[in-house]
């Protein structure tokens, strides 16, 4: 990973738009009709559905536009990363998981579909970001596989304690507001908190121990992984 | 609503989806899990290299002059790297074997790695202690490169055991031994290092010796003669070689080129480098004698597929002067003729012992011809030498043998008048390269003023060559292991002075004629020489 830091970082910021785009779709009164993002007024609340809509599209194409635009990365791997992206916010990815989470009854849902769901809504874009990076940087085939592995481990992991916090979080340490999430399917209440704890414990270990090949070069993953162990908000 | 998943329950689903298993071993060792191809080859191919580069080293830095030639080095690695990937690939099938049933796959690589890595150290500082003493520092210079390559072999051993070792039983090493290799190999290289800086430096070139000319000094060598046998009393010739002073040794089994030459330049095989009656010469590359772990090729396979010849014994492989190229080399003329391993030398004739058997269609003839040879040059020399092979190619026709020996009696008789009228020193020398036990070699003189039978005495080989130096006065050198034997000629006839050195035999450009290999082989092996 010795590119020239503007490729990874270009990656990164087109992940971190397509992420605010997410937000702003997911707030909307179709979906979870949130009134609270990042402890203010959700978008659609303060500017209007219209125009929370006409955001998010413009973030994701804006997304887009970074990476097509970066000179610091190779047009085919530009391309690579593009095709990762979209699939990671279209139907195999977080549209395709909101639809599913939209469909399901959280009375019925069992464990697979509820894995189905989350790594399409969340898990995909946590794999998104890392292989993006990852392809930025040059990585070898046998490297993206690891972090692959690192990403779809921490995403989960990362999306249960969302579902904790829903479920036992301060809304105001959280910046939004809490168990609304009650009315769709939700590991702590599949599981229960203890459980759900246990097993995002277990996925952080196992996606620090993906990273083991790297040694050093795996500590700045490492500590986002540490982030999501102690995260409270 | 279906019944909350336990956490146990919950794990294995997750698991069955592909969570809670980092698989890093899976990246680590990918190799392994992508068949047994991918494990067996590189080890087969940095066997191969590190194999063929320590052999490699061991020929150029030991070989006589052979480093000075890239392209020769070049070509031979060539020869030894395809040699080497048969053992490689035994090796790494037997690595492979070892890893799938090993149960502490930490310790078995570790092994396989230090063997992998030892096994290239020793071919180069065995072969090169083995095939010749060189300067050390050209031995060390090689030892850098085959330290990196005897590392990285056994890196890949190690590497490759314990990918074999997960992908058969998913177990790992309890703790990493890579630091062990390392240390092995800088203990090995360092052992090397004291070995080869002990050895003996190669001699320099002698300043031009002093001489003082007296009578001509002549030496016969008769070969198969074991005066010393059961059967001794029945030679024809024996009363007339037990008649003055006399030295013997004891004979050992060797190639009569290593007896003979022993003889003629006054010290032991491992010095003057010739042992064998025939050599190997790689496609494309010197004759050489075959480093360790590649005669399986250079004797066996090379030979079937037509990559490697057979050369025959030549002056070229011979480091050390014999005594008629000692005394040109002082200035007295000189001559050899049908001695082993001898050749062109400035201020010598010379007539080859091919050039003498390609004239003989048997014992008989041989003697003959070199007689014959002999005698057209002998007037005006003042060392000479006659190698007679002729009771040798007959041992196994006591008829003819014996009536080789007969025709040889004339002969003889003629010379130790001569020698008894004090016209020439004559040193009749009997061997056998095929003695018996108990069986001696004999040096018998013939020295005007000499008592008969006072001097019987014991000797070395490596004596012949100082004493006939020393009675052509010639110092004797003293790097020689043997000395002149002053009580077996006449009082006060012998140099008592000393050099150094005579140095190191290098040779005149065109010492070989692979042109002539062929059919001097075919008369090698025709005369018994060889099988």
Redesign the interface.
Known sequence: MRAKPAGPLAVAVAVEYVHAASLVLDDLPSMDNAVRRRGRAAIHLAYGVATAELAAVTLLSRAFEIVARESAIAADVRTRISGELAAAIGASGCCGGQAADLAADPASVVLDELEAIHSRKTGALFVAAVRGGALAGKASEATLEALTLYARNLGLAFQITDDVLDVQGDPERLGKDTRRDGHRANFATLLGVDSSRALVTELLDTATASLSPFRQRGVVLADVAGYVRDRRS | ??P????S???A??RE????????ER??F?RALQGIAALLLPVVFVGALAVSLAETASVAASQFRYGESPRAVAVLFAHLFLAAVLPSAVFAALLLFAAGRSGRPGRGAAAFGLLASAGVLFLWTFGTLRLGPEAAAAALVWGIPVSLVALLFGATARATFLARAFAESGRLPERPRRAILLLAVAGAFSVAAVLFATRREPAHPAPPLPARRGEAVLVIGIDGLALDSPCARDEPIARRLSGSSIGWWETHPASPAEIWTDLATGVPAARHGVRALEWVRPLGVPPLRPPAGASWYLRGLGLAVGTVSRAPVSAWERRSLAFWEVAASAGLPALAVGWWASGPWPGAAIVENRDVLAQSANGIDADSVAIREFERRFEGQSVAALYLPGADILRGDPRARAAALARLAPFLDRWIARARSGEVALVLLAADSHPSVGSHGRMVVFDRGTVPAAGIRSIRPVDVAPSVLARAGIPVARDLPGGAIAALFRPGSLDTTAVATYGERVAPAATARPETDREYLEKLKSLGYLN
């Open positions: 609503m279906p909350r998943p336990t956490l329950q919950a794990r689903k997750l989806l592909g969570y809670l298993e980092s698989r890093v990246f680590v990918r």
